[in-house]
C-alpha cells in the first residue's frame, strides 16, 4: 500500500514538472531608438548566451554631426522603471578593474562614426562564489551578469557637443509571457 502511494506520488510529481511553463522573456520593443539633430542611439537588450532571459544591452552611438562628441559615462546612468538605477560596466572589463573603477572613462565618437558596445548595470552583476574568496589576479575570480528585472530598463545617456551636456533617456520594457 505504502509503495502505491509513493509510486502515485511520484507519478503526479513528474507528470506536473513535464507540464510546468518554459519562461520566455520578450523585450518592446526589441530595439530602442532616439535620434537628436546632433547623434542617434540604439538600444537592444540582448539574451544571455544560452539561456531565455536578457542580461546586458548592446549600445549603438551614430555621430550625426561635423565634429567630435564625447560620452560621459561617469554620467551616463542604467535606467530601472525610470529612475536611476547605478552605472554601466561593459564588456571586457575585468574583476580587477571592476573594483577599481572610480570614474568611468569618457568615449570620443569622430564626425560621422558610429560606434558600439556591450554594457551591463553594474549594480545588477552577481560575484562568482570562488572569486570573492580567492585574489583577484586567479582565473576563478569574477563576476556573472545577472538577468535585466522585468519592467522598464534603459540607458539615460550623456552626451558632451562644444562642452554642453545632453542628455537622452532610452527605455524597453522587459516582460516574463
Known sequence: MKTKIALSIVIFMLVLAGCAKKQIYSSSPPMQTVSTSSFEVKLEPLKAEGYNYFNRFRC???NKTNGDLVIDWSETFYLR?????GRFGWEGLTFEQLREVEEEPDLTIAAGKTDAIEL??????GWKE????MK???P???FTLTPLPEGENGISIAVLKDGKLLRKNILVN????
Open 120 to 125: 551591463f548595470p553594474i549594480k545588477l552583476i
Open 81 to 85: 522603471n525610470g529612475k536611476k538605477y
Open 130 to 133: 570562488e572569486g570573492v574568496r
Open 60 to 62: 549603438q552611438f551614430t
Open 174 to 177: 522587459i516582460k516574463l509571457e
Open 140 to 142: 576563478e575570480a569574477g
Open 136 to 138: 583577484a589576479s586567479t
